[in-house]
């Protein structure tokens, strides 16, 4: 039997014409047409004036943090339920992240927390310079109170919409929100260029600066000149011509998301103490990735009973993210919380969720969990 994973590259026919056309016209650079057509399609679909195309997502919140002023000293709020390169960008400017603890509805971070910690922070008399709210799983944060928050106190508002393309927020799109908005591409998310990413942003002078940083800050010269230190963060004109072909797929994949995790929903109904991730009622999940938490007193089982056993059937499952409070690497951090990640992330499991997954994968998923109930 192959192993399933939990989120396999799904790839087609346009992606393949995409790159066979780079290829035969000789644009195998980090420029080229893919590129400009990817920022567009892309600006479009998620309703952003403006997209740069990048290697990563991680490389689009570098310039996002460094574009919104972030630098030596500065704090940063930042969801502590993510993934590290949440995170690892505030640090790459020599700023210190300040992580927020989730709420319960979406498992993002809690808008009256993070309001809190803003509030004090300015009558202490230094407002957080930026902070950046993550969605996670493809679920939306509860943006417009964060948001409100920030114009209030003159924080910059940036986005990590790395997990939740497709995802609706009020019929808008997450990422869009703010000074500026990150997306991923990576070989696991919603669609891949097999490692890229996107800054999505209303200010045409940042997409400007952010396209300068990314080529090595190259001052307009016939000759290399350069008057600051910048990065070799584009994105190749192979890669966004598999971004185009995946981009045309998208709402399709957000169906088949949905789908598995409907299907899951309704055959773990009556196992005791196992409880799908909710909906928030703001707007529409992709379910990129589907997750549950077990309560191993009522469900006699524990997260890693289970994630053991569909290891052992050659299944791919993960822990929820460990949040980053609980990270060796950010011991010294602060946090504020009442432990709702802590919670999520000892009960939490992700299981196979690609849009590549057959509807035959994923009985056999269902059926290790079901196995592992009386
Ligand atoms: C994947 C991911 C990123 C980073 O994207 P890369 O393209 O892998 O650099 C950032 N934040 C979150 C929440 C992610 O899941």
Request: proline share 6%; glycine share 10%; charged share 20%.
């Amino acid at each position: 039997m192959p192993r399933i994973y939990l989120s396999a590259p799904d790839i087609g026919e346009a992606e393949r014409n995409f790159v066979l056309e780079a290829f035969a016209t000789n644009w195998v650079a980090p420029v080229g047409p893919h590129i400009d057509a990817f920022e567009k399609e892309f600006a479009q679909a998620v309703g952003a004036p403006h997209a740069v195309a990048l290697s990563s997502g991680t490389a689009a919140l570098h310039l996002a943090l460094r574009l919104a002023g972030v630098g030596t000293g500065d704090e940063v709020l930042c969801s502590s339920l993510t993934f590290i390169a949440s995170a690892s960008p505030i640090t790459y400017l020599g700023a210190k992240p300040v992580f927020i603890d989730s709420e319960e509805q979406s498992w993002n971070m809690d808008p009256v927390l993070a309001c809190e910690v803003i509030e004090k922070k300015v009558k202490a008399g230094k407002a957080p310079k930026a902070l950046v709210l993550v969605h996670l799983y493809g679920q939306s944060a509860d943006i417009n109170p964060i948001k409100a928050c920030c114009e209030k106190y003159g924080v910059k508002f940036i986005e990590d919409a790395a997990e939740a393309l497709g995802t609706t927020y009020h019929h808008t799109s997450p990422g869009s929100h703010g000074l500026a908005g990150i997306h991923s591409f990576n070989g696991n998310k919603i669609i891949t260029t097999s490692g890229g990413g996107m800054l999505v942003t209303p200010d045409a002078e940042l997409a400007k600066q952010a396209r300068y940083l990314a080529t090595q800050a190259r001052d307009p010269a016939p000759h290399y000149q350069h008057s600051t230190i910048g990065y070799n963060y584009r994105l190749s004109n192979v890669c966004a011509g598999i971004g185009r072909g995946q981009l045309s797929q998208l709402a399709k994949k957000v169906a088949r998301r949905r789908g598995h995790f409907d299907a899951y929903a309704r055959a773990f109904k009556n196992l005791p103490g196992v409880v799908m991730q909710p909906e928030a009622p703001w707007g529409k999940s992709t379910r990129w990735l589907t997750c549950l938490t077990i309560d191993p007193k009522k469900a006699g089982v524990s997260r890693e009973d289970l994630r053991l056993a569909l290891e052992s059937a050659g299944i791919e499952s993960r822990p929820l993210w460990k949040p980053m409070h609980l990270q060796p690497v950010f011991a010294q951090a602060e946090y504020h919380g009442r432990g709702v990640g802590d919670k999520l992330f000892e009960t939490g499991l992700c299981l196979p969720s690609g849009s590549g997954m057959t509807d035959a994968e994923r009985s056999e998923v269902i059926d290790c969990v079901l196995k592992l109930f009386p």
